[in-house]
Protein backbone atom coordinates (compact mmCIF):
# COMPACT_ATOMS: atom_id res chain seq x y z
CA UNK A 1 0.00 0.00 0.00
CA UNK A 2 1.41 3.63 -1.27
CA UNK A 3 -0.47 6.52 0.01
CA UNK A 4 0.57 9.53 -0.67
CA UNK A 5 -1.43 12.90 0.23
CA UNK A 6 -3.82 14.60 -2.47
CA UNK A 7 -2.17 17.67 -3.30
CA UNK A 8 -3.19 18.29 -7.33
CA UNK A 9 -6.11 17.21 -9.61
CA UNK A 10 -4.23 14.44 -11.13
CA UNK A 11 -3.86 13.40 -7.66
CA UNK A 12 -7.20 13.49 -7.11
CA UNK A 13 -8.16 11.66 -10.54
CA UNK A 14 -5.46 9.15 -9.38
CA UNK A 15 -6.96 8.28 -5.58
CA UNK A 16 -10.90 8.30 -7.29
CA UNK A 17 -9.43 5.84 -10.23
CA UNK A 18 -7.99 3.26 -6.97
CA UNK A 19 -11.32 3.71 -5.58
CA UNK A 20 -13.11 2.56 -8.09
CA UNK A 21 -10.66 -0.44 -8.29
CA UNK A 22 -10.99 -1.28 -4.82
CA UNK A 23 -14.45 -0.78 -4.53
CA UNK A 24 -16.38 -4.14 -2.83
CA UNK A 25 -12.89 -4.87 -0.91
CA UNK A 26 -13.11 -7.58 1.78
CA UNK A 27 -13.18 -6.11 4.99
CA UNK A 28 -10.20 -6.55 7.55
CA UNK A 29 -7.85 -6.75 4.46
CA UNK A 30 -5.31 -4.47 3.41
CA UNK A 31 -7.35 -3.56 0.45
CA UNK A 32 -9.92 -2.36 2.46
CA UNK A 33 -7.68 -0.45 4.84
CA UNK A 34 -6.52 1.29 1.48
CA UNK A 35 -10.33 2.01 0.35
CA UNK A 36 -10.88 3.76 3.46
CA UNK A 37 -7.66 5.82 3.94
CA UNK A 38 -8.28 6.67 0.38
CA UNK A 39 -11.78 7.64 0.62
CA UNK A 40 -10.98 9.81 3.82
CA UNK A 41 -8.38 11.71 1.87
CA UNK A 42 -10.97 12.05 -1.40
CA UNK A 43 -13.42 13.52 1.19
CA UNK A 44 -10.95 16.18 2.80
CA UNK A 45 -9.92 16.82 -1.19
CA UNK A 46 -13.30 17.36 -2.13
CA UNK A 47 -14.53 19.36 1.22
CA UNK A 48 -11.54 22.08 0.65
CA UNK A 49 -11.49 22.34 -3.53
CA UNK A 50 -15.26 21.53 -4.10
CA UNK A 51 -17.48 22.90 -1.11
CA UNK A 52 -21.11 22.46 -1.66
CA UNK A 53 -23.17 25.82 -0.27
CA UNK A 54 -26.40 25.82 1.30
CA UNK A 55 -28.90 26.12 -1.32
CA UNK A 56 -30.58 29.55 -1.29
CA UNK A 57 -33.33 29.74 1.38
CA UNK A 58 -36.88 29.84 -0.38
CA UNK A 59 -35.25 27.09 -2.85
CA UNK A 60 -34.49 25.01 0.38
CA UNK A 61 -38.42 25.38 1.27
CA UNK A 62 -39.51 24.39 -2.45
CA UNK A 63 -37.75 21.51 -2.83
CA UNK A 64 -38.98 20.23 1.08
CA UNK A 65 -42.58 20.78 -0.40
CA UNK A 66 -41.36 18.92 -3.17
CA UNK A 67 -40.28 15.73 -1.28
CA UNK A 68 -43.23 15.35 1.05
CA UNK A 69 -45.69 16.01 -2.36
CA UNK A 70 -46.93 19.38 -0.66
CA UNK A 71 -48.42 22.52 -2.66
CA UNK A 72 -47.09 25.62 -2.17
CA UNK A 73 -50.60 26.59 -1.03
CA UNK A 74 -50.29 24.48 2.09
CA UNK A 75 -47.52 26.30 2.91
CA UNK A 76 -50.02 29.09 3.94
CA UNK A 77 -51.36 27.12 6.96
CA UNK A 78 -47.93 26.81 7.75
CA UNK A 79 -47.29 30.35 7.60
CA UNK A 80 -50.48 31.35 8.85
CA UNK A 81 -51.28 33.59 5.85
CA UNK A 82 -51.20 33.82 2.00
CA UNK A 83 -49.51 37.08 1.79
CA UNK A 84 -46.55 36.06 3.99
CA UNK A 85 -45.98 33.38 1.34
CA UNK A 86 -46.06 35.02 -1.50
CA UNK A 87 -44.02 38.33 -0.23
CA UNK A 88 -41.25 35.56 0.56
CA UNK A 89 -41.49 33.82 -2.50
CA UNK A 90 -41.26 36.92 -4.67
CA UNK A 91 -38.54 38.64 -2.39
CA UNK A 92 -40.46 41.37 -1.18
CA UNK A 93 -40.03 39.32 2.79
CA UNK A 94 -37.22 37.98 4.69
CA UNK A 95 -37.24 35.08 6.73
CA UNK A 96 -37.88 36.04 10.18
CA UNK A 97 -36.16 34.36 12.77
CA UNK A 98 -40.13 32.91 14.14
CA UNK A 99 -40.68 32.06 10.47
CA UNK A 100 -37.55 30.28 10.24
CA UNK A 101 -37.81 28.28 13.66
CA UNK A 102 -41.70 27.29 12.27
CA UNK A 103 -40.07 26.19 8.78
CA UNK A 104 -37.70 24.17 10.80
CA UNK A 105 -40.08 22.67 13.02
CA UNK A 106 -42.94 21.66 11.20
CA UNK A 107 -40.87 20.52 7.64
CA UNK A 108 -37.89 19.95 8.98
CA UNK A 109 -35.78 22.10 6.44
CA UNK A 110 -32.67 21.89 8.09
CA UNK A 111 -31.39 25.73 10.03
CA UNK A 112 -28.08 25.89 7.53
CA UNK A 113 -30.00 26.10 4.26
CA UNK A 114 -32.80 28.78 6.20
CA UNK A 115 -30.05 31.15 7.57
CA UNK A 116 -27.98 30.94 4.21
CA UNK A 117 -27.37 34.63 2.82
CA UNK A 118 -30.09 35.85 -0.17
Known sequence: MNI???????????ALKRINELWGSKEDTPECDEFEILFTLVEAYERDHYPITPPHPIEAIKFRLDQLGMKESELNKILGNRSRKSELFNGKRKLTLSTIRILHQKLNIPLESLISPY
Open 4 to 14: NPIKTEQDYDN
